[in-house]
């Protein structure tokens, strides 16, 4: 049974950082790509970022990309966000999504009806 937990979220002024942590368990998730969603209040959940586990590719959401960094803490079966310089619209519950993917070797899916495994998700709220 494939577990996803999130944590790291809080609240937090704009130009602050905050790194979010999704630990996975109960697989081998050398296979998998692991994408960060984000949905904020009143709007549709979006693609943030995502990496391959096995490559360390990644994919961002153009209006994170030089702000947000994705990545892997194989210690602790941990995938990261580490999120700087946010902003009042970064604000949103943040979610971590597993996808198995064996025989791709590019990154990554940012439809999140492809994702079959999810975590409960954690509150990012910037205030200006």
């Known amino acids: 049974q494939v577990q996803l937990v999130e944590s790291g979220g809080g609240l937090v002024q704009a130009g602050d950082s905050l790194r979010l942590s999704c630990a996975a368990s109960?697989?081998?998730?050398?296979?998998?790509?692991v994408g960060w969603f984000r949905q904020a209040p009143g709007k549709e959940q979006e693609f943030v970022a995502g990496?391959?586990?096995?490559?360390?590719?990644?994919k961002y959401e153009d209006s994170v990309k030089d702000r947000f960094t994705i990545s892997i803490d194989n210690a602790r079966n941990t995938v990261l966000l580490q999120m700087n310089s946010l902003k009042p619209d970064d604000t949103a519950i943040y979610y971590c999504?597993?996808?198995?993917?064996?025989?791709?070797?590019?990154?990554?899916?940012?439809?999140?009806?492809?994702?079959?495994?999810w975590g409960q998700g954690t509150q990012v709220t910037v205030s200006s």
């Open positions: 990496i391959r586990w096995s490559s360390g590719v990644t």
């Open positions: 109960g697989r081998a998730f050398s296979l998998y790509t």
């Open positions: 999504a597993a996808l198995f993917t064996p025989f791709s070797d590019t990154c990554c899916t940012t439809r999140n009806y492809e994702y079959r495994y």
